[in-house]
């Protein structure tokens, strides 16, 4: 060897992590490195010992010749002189041959810390061990292959098996041997090797072959980065599913009751809101009007309670979801209006709208519960308003710069009120808050339009506040925030911004009303309009004097000073203006009468844009301002209506109605025909949107619930697939009187909603809100008026002698009035018709139970119910009444035995009907 080489292994030696020990052949010590030294201490010391003193355990192989390759040993003991530290070693013995002689290397290795750090990974696989086994929940170790590797006690207790039967098993085999199971549990399987996590709700099987609702977590077991198996923790839920399918049947059950409660109640209230108003239409005393005027407002004040309560109860119950259609932004703001301009207008306060020119027309969003939002909140502005009035206005913003952004729109109604002070707003929307005692004891109410407004714009993804200088008398501005997508823009006529017949026209406003003013010039700007803003009669009436020339002029009917009417006779009176167009601006039930001839046209508060822009082009038309003049030069006084004229006779229309129950269709007829008008009959929504395309109709009359095309649909495909040119006034006809059902029939593109049983006076007035939508419609631009209705029979109620015990005495007394004077000859033929087409109804449902179809079942109940209030059968209609709820609510528990009960019921009634029949028919002979 040379000396490089030899200096080479001397140096490893010396400076070896291990301790060396050189021993000769009688196993003495020769030599130490000073990793040795560290351990045994001082060379001088060591040399020459006999290893059993230094090392003591340690023992040469037996064999020399059989060990020429190394051998291990394991030794623990006590190191010499160092105060009985123990010590554990790995010893390799290597045999050495020199010059010397045979001897020893021995190797030592320091094997403590290794001793350590078992006996923690031991004390931590004994601690997980105990975490396993104790566990309140079932901890499974499988394979890769999906093999049983570990199942703890849990386990045993909730799926059945043994350790010993489990161990080694696919975890198939023992938890998912149902045919319903299996696939939810190899599509777990998949997820957890892809995804590399699953957690669910799901079910097992148990070994008794029992189901078990389970909370399942699957993660993969890896270790050096090598993935071993999978670990999964089943959590046993069947109390909690139980406890949730509770609540569940609770909310329910509270719901339903909820709802039959409603409909129970709402039947004796509207009987008393409806019998009282035509009481108030009789002749009374002062006090008597006063006295029944007070039931009426109570009882319309209950019916708002009902549904407040109602509305909240299913929102609580998250029983309603939000829908999106394309909707009229405009048309359903504008709606919301119509509905409460009475109450603003008996209230003296202004109403208004102010929709940012450039937010979109046509939006895709739930138009019902926008609506219902925005009634929650001007009702409320309404309600607390004295003076002045509300404002509602719409502005929004895109997201983006892209086509495609949805639009943030920003939904604000602000009112005069006493305003809300700062430390009263916190508890707002929470539900049956009220501001205070005394504000609940004056203006009543539930304490549930905020709370139901929030919940029902948080469930449209948007967000609601108030704002407010927090003083008496500043008023008060709610505003929510909605997300909407802008729909395909098919802007109507009075939205667009070529209007050859208007650009360049000059307007008048007068009117006492900054806000009024300022909204109203901003949509004749719009037009390219010029308008002139004046604030008083007076300032009107010198502006024309000194000359100015404008081509129509807007007046408000109430002003101080000179008000509406009198600045317009004092027009007609000055030679110049005599021919000036004038339109008069009013609130609904403060029309009062205006000389005839005074005005062109009478525009409802609060002023629509489609109705304003149609007056505006009636009046600047030159056919009609030659119309007018000649009507204003040649006026003869014109006659008041005869007795037994009819509206049909002053305003034709051309008139569809839709309705598939035979009894509902002839009732319907002849309501109409009191009025002077017959019409065309379609059986089901499929017929009337046939017979809207092939006919241009000025009225649909547009029943819900109907066979293989329900009401609500037609009218969303009239509204589709007609131009604007052609579209008809749609009047909703319904047995249902909710507010969601309202809202569903205006969502739906309907103008106007008639409640079942239809009345002559109820339908006289939808027939005087209907707006002609044809540009060459021959209705042309008329002053409001009343329509007349007919005169009510000589006998207004049915002669003690006809009627029968059994039937509803009022419902009988109502009937008789509605069909007039010929009640003796048409009541029997129409009772006919009831007595064949009421049985075919309940074999539809019985047809709909056989088949499960709850909506063919519902709709059964539901016409079968309208007849039975017709005739005052009330047994027989709350008997339906139960079934279509019940349908509704997907419950079909006992309905075989209802309707068997039902039919019962209405043999019961049919006997009635034919006594019923007899009598009025005796009545004649007589």
Known sequence: MSDLASSAHSAVFEHSRDAVLVLDAAQRVREVNRAAERYFGPRAGLLGSAVAQVLPGWRPPESRASTEAPHETELAGQRPGGGGQAYYLRVLTLPLTGADGPGWVLQLQDMTGRLEVEASIRQQKEFFEAVVRNSPVAIVTITRQFRVLSWNPEAERLFGYTPQEALGKHIFELVATEQTVLPEAERASREVVQRGRVHSVTRRVRKDGSVVDVELLALPVSVGGRQLGFIAIYH???????????????????????????????????????????????????????????????????????????????????????????????????????????????????????????????????????RQVLLNLVGNALKFTEQGGALVTVDGTRSSEAHDAPWELIFSVQDTGPGIPEDMRAGLFQPFNQLDASVSRRFGGTGLGLAISKRLVEAMGGRIWVEGAGAAGTGTTFSFALNAQSAPQVP???????????????????????????????????????????????????????????????????????????????????????????????????????????????????????????????????????????????????????????????????????????????????????????????????EAVHSATQKRYDVVFMDLQMPEMDGLEATRRIRNELPPRAQPWIIAMTANAMDSDRDQCFAAGMDDFLTKPIRVDALAASLLRCQPRRADARMPARPETTLPVPPPSLMDEMPESARVPGLEPVALSRLWRELGAQSGQILPELIETAMHSMPALLDDADTALAASRLDDLGRAAHTLKSNAAWFGASALEKQCRDIELLADAGNLEGMAERLERCRVELDGTRRLLARLRENIMALGRN
């Open 236 to 370: 046993d839920i069947t109390d909690l599913q139980r406890a949730r399918q509770a609540a569940e049947a609770a909310n329910q059950a509270k719901s339903l009751f909820l709802a039959t409660m409603s409909h129970e109640i709402r039947t004796p209230m509207n009987a008393i809101i409806g019998m009282t108003g035509l009481l108030l239409d009789t002749a009374m005393s002062e006090e008597q009007r006063d006295f029944v005027s007070t039931i009426r407002q109570s009882s319309e004040a209950l019916l708002t309670l009902l549904n407040d309560v109602l509305d909240f109860s299913k929102i609580e119950a998250g029983r309603f979801e939000t829908e999106l259609h394309p909707f009229d932004l405009r048309q359903c703001v504008e709606s919301v209006l119509d509905l409460l301009a009475v109450r603003a207008s008996e209230k003296g306060l202004d109403l208004n709208c102010d929709i940012a020119p450039h937010v979109p027309q046509m939006l895709v969003g739930d138009a019902s519960r926008l």
């Open 492 to 686: 109507a006529v009075h939205l667009r911004q070529e209007q050859p017949l208007l650009q360049g026209r000059r307007v008048l406003i007068v009117d006492d009303n900054a806000i009024n003013r300022r909204l109203l010039g901003r949509q004749l700007q719009a037009w390219g309009i010029d308008s002139v803003e004046t604030a008083s009669g007076s300032e009107a009436l010198s502006r024309l004097q000194a000359g100015a020339r404008f081509d129509v002029a807007l007046i408000d009917h109430q002003m101080p000073g000179l008000d509406g009417p009198a600045l317009a006779t004092r027009i007609r009176q000055w030679g110049d203006m005599r021919n000036l167009p004038l339109l008069l601006l009013t609130s609904p039930g403060r029309r009062g009468a205006t000389p005839e001839g005074l005005f062109s046209g009478v525009l409802s508060r609060p002023v629509k844009a489609s109705q304003l822009h149609d007056a505006l082009m009636s009046c600047l038309s030159t056919d009609v301002v030659h119309a007018h003049v000649a009507r204003v030069e040649q006026r003869a006084p014109r006659k008041a209506p005869s007795p037994g004229e009819r509206p049909g006779d002053r305003l034709p229309l051309d008139i569809l109605l839709v309705e598939d129950n035979a009894t509902n269709q002839k009732l319907a007829l002849l309501v109409l025909d009191r009025l002077g008008y017959r019409a065309d009959v379609a059986f089901n929504g499929r």
